[in-house]
């Protein structure tokens, strides 16, 4: 997988998941963040508006306290047993955005910051 890629599992999840850390930098530890619909209750460092993606149909937010890791290899056996169903990449500016809103957060595991900082993604 690559920066900016999105996807769906087809186990029945509904959320879409973004890789925002980049894999070409480090297979072993890809950073992935998911979308979910806001609420006043979640966290709103990172809202996501529709048009801002042609997965965003509603008001929706980052939640980053659910944000995982993977190696890269993981997520491609997922793709190649079809357990994985792309969707269209992020933008550039919407990757940078959640990507600087990550580090921002209070919720996201430190060393998942950890990541985007040593890749030279973010500054902080």
Not at 24 to 45: I, S, Y
Not at 77 to 86: A, T, Y
Request: glycine share 4%.
């Amino acid at each position: 997988m690559k920066a900016g890629d999105t996807f769906r599992f087809r186990s029945g999840e509904i959320h879409l998941w973004m890789v925002i850390s980049d894999p070409a930098l480090d297979r072993t530890k890809v950073l992935l963040v998911n979308m979910t619909t806001w609420k006043p209750e979640k966290e709103q460092v990172c809202l996501l508006n529709p048009g801002d993606h042609p997965e965003v149909d509603k008001n929706s937010c980052i939640p980053f306290i659910h944000a995982k890791v993977y190696p890269d290899s993981h997520l491609e056996h997922l793709l190649s047993i079809d357990r994985i169903i792309i969707k269209e990449e992020l933008s550039r500016k919407l990757l940078q955005r959640i990507r600087e809103a990550a580090v921002s957060s209070r919720f996201l595991r430190l060393e998942y910051g950890q990541i985007l900082i040593d890749q030279g993604l973010v500054d902080f």
